[in-house]
């Protein structure tokens, strides 16, 4: 079943300064995205999470190296449409990115502005909507959703336009944990469903879903590999500014003492299905 | 003197169609030198609570005293209360004004007239305090990272000298080490006397740093007591709609299944246990 699956993203030595200065705000970082694949972007605040993000549609691009987007370079012009049509990003501030008043309006803006029939737009809509668990208050005014429902609906919105990935910039930090466990409910369907997703975090309780992770500090790539490989790593992650969070501390405690074998991941489910047996 | 809530009810815009009762009835207190946080999700009535610990907002009906001093009374002494509570918004950042960090932190001090000779120890305090060295004072507030500013932010509520210190999701937007240094700055403000009032859906946070929890739901106080007593609460009724931090809920599940484990949230405390438990 495994078979090369298509590659979407791929980055070659790609640097970046913002104009007039002289640090680099990414060095050197090279990795691909193929389809289906749910990566995780980990770094603490200034490590250039936000700027990587920022390329993988073209809003940046490369001071040196290159970004691709289906084997097409985003500073060419085909390369910068592939990469606009196929990758959409979802922000941080659930405020700042809804367009329209009502919710399903709001969901049919992105496929209007790509020019689809009108018919489609409907049966796309009805979808996200469902996806997102949307669908019971799509006529209701946008500005009385709470902040999860706010951000599903921009999570909706991006759907909607059928992108082959979907790249999530902190979309869960400004949430409170209700909020942050609808949008993770969404994506762990999306994934399923075969969607694309690169999720950019500092929190490490979002990345057990993930398949891979790449660490950046100080705009380098530092780290590479399976989430359960990051999280065997503690306290050691603490150089990159990232913390173990408490589960993942009991996770760790009961694997060193060999009560939890190598498969158990940090999940409740699975922890506790391990301890039964 | 402490900070006493009695049975404290707000109605916004009583009276007409868009009346709508934030807060039903809400006790609680807090002395300084103690950390009290107040959890619940967006619309339980939080920043509606600590809006009335510095008389920005005055009670419907029942009591809020602060020091001795009832908000509300007589708005003359809301300048007394809003000296002895310092109230530090969400994203206080954002409120930065001024050119330079100096004149940033002493404009606080100055508008409540500390003599001018007194202000560079104030400000000089004030930064000590937060953990940023004297040259910052020059600099502008706007060059500096997301949490330097945040620092300069509190900064300029500590060079007031608050006694007590109401902040309203202080950590949100910090990466884990941004976190780490705001927690460790209030316990050391905590120790030296000042009483902290901590806004929060961070349940964990919450659970890590308070003396005293009040948890709000709908404008009413579900729980309210130490950690200790809010996890076994929590894990006896389990509250609709609050999300249970991930190792309380580990020991819930195990505890179903026939675990002799404890309630906690500590992490190491769990684990402990659960080895214990399989060692036997």
Redesign the interface.
């Known amino acids: 079943m495994n078979f090369q699956k298509e590659l979407i993203i791929e980055l070659k030595n790609l640097s970046f300064f913002y104009p007039g200065t002289k640090r680099p705000v990414l060095r050197d970082l090279d990795f691909k995205l193929r389809s289906g694949e749910w990566i995780a972007v980990l770094g ?3 490590s250039g999470k936000s700027t990587l993000a920022k390329h993988f549609n073209a809003l940046l691009v490369p001071t040196q190296g290159a970004c691709f987007v289906y084997g097409h370079d985003t500073k060419t012009n085909e390369g910068q449409f592939l990469a606009r049509k196929n990758v959409t990003l979802v922000f941080q501030n659930p405020d700042n990115q809804i367009v329209a008043a009502i919710v399903e309006e709001d969901v049919a803006f992105g496929p209007e502005n790509l020019g689809i029939p009108s018919v489609e737009i409907e049966e796309r809509v009805k979808k996200a909507l469902k996806v997102t668990g949307l669908y019971d208050v799509r006529k209701r005014p946008t500005y009385t959703l ?2 999860g429902q706010k951000q599903r609906l921009a999570v909706a919105g991006a759907i909607a336009m059928e992108p082959a990935c979907m790249v999530l910039d902190e979309a869960t ?2 949430l ?4 942050r ?1 609808e949008i993770n409910d969404v994506l762990c369907k999306l994934h399923k469903g075969g969607m694309t997703l690169i999720s950019i975090t ?1 929190r490490l ?1 979002e990345i057990v879903y993930c398949d891979r992770c790449v660490v950046l500090s100080r705009g380098a790539k530092v780290w590479e590999g399976t989430p359960r490989d990051l999280l065997i790593m503690g306290d050691g992650l ?1 150089e990159w ?3 173990v ?3 993942v ?2 996770w760790g ?2 694997r060193d ?1 060999g ?1 939890l074998s190598d498969e158990v991941l940090p999940k ?1 489910d699975e ?2 299905d391990a ?2 047996l | 003197m402490p900070i006493v809530v009695e049975n404290l009810v707000h109605i916004y815009h009583e009276g007409t169609p868009l009346e709508i009762e934030a807060l039903k009835g809400v006790s609680m207190n807090a002395t300084p030198g103690e950390w009290v946080s107040i959890v619940g999700h967006t619309g339980s009535g939080k920043s509606t609570l600590a809006q009335h610990l510095n008389a920005l907002l005055v009670p419907t009906r029942g009591k809020v005293i602060i020091d001795g001093i009832e908000v509300g009374t007589d708005s003359k002494e809301h300048r007394k209360i809003r000296q002895l509570v310092g109230l530090i918004f969400q994203y206080p950042e954002q409120q930065l004004f001024e050119e330079t960090v100096f004149a940033e932190i002493a404009f606080g001090p100055r508008n409540w007239g500390v003599p001018e000779g007194e202000i560079p120890s104030r400000v000089s305090e004030a930064l000590y305090l937060v953990g940023l060295d004297e040259s910052f004072s020059k600099r502008s507030p706007f060059q500096l990272s997301g949490g330097e500013k945040r620092r300069v932010a509190i900064a300029s509520v500590l060079s007031v000298r608050p006694r007590y210190l109401v902040l309203d999701e202080p950590t949100a937007g910090l990466d884990s080490k941004g976190k780490d240094e705001l927690c460790a700055l209030l316990e050391k403000l905590k120790t030296s006397g000042t009483g902290i009032i901590h806004v929060t859906h961070d349940l964990e946070l919450a659970l890590d740093f308070s003396d005293k929890i009040l948890v709000l739901e709908g404008g009413k106080a579900l729980l309210w007591g130490s950690p200790e007593i809010i996890v076994e609460e929590l894990i006896e009724r389990g509250i609709e709609g609050l999300v249970m931090p991930p190792v309380v809920e580990l020991a819930r599940r195990l505890r179903d299944v026939g675990f002799d484990v404890p309630v906690t949230w500590k992490a190491q405390v769990l684990a402990s246990a659960i080895e214990e438990n399989l060692q036997k």
């Open positions: 603490a605040n200034g709470s902040g930090s400004m409170d944990p209700k909020g466990k500092h309780e603490l500014g990232l913390r969070p408490p589960l501390e009991v405690r009961l003492a009560l409740i922890m506790v301890l039964c």
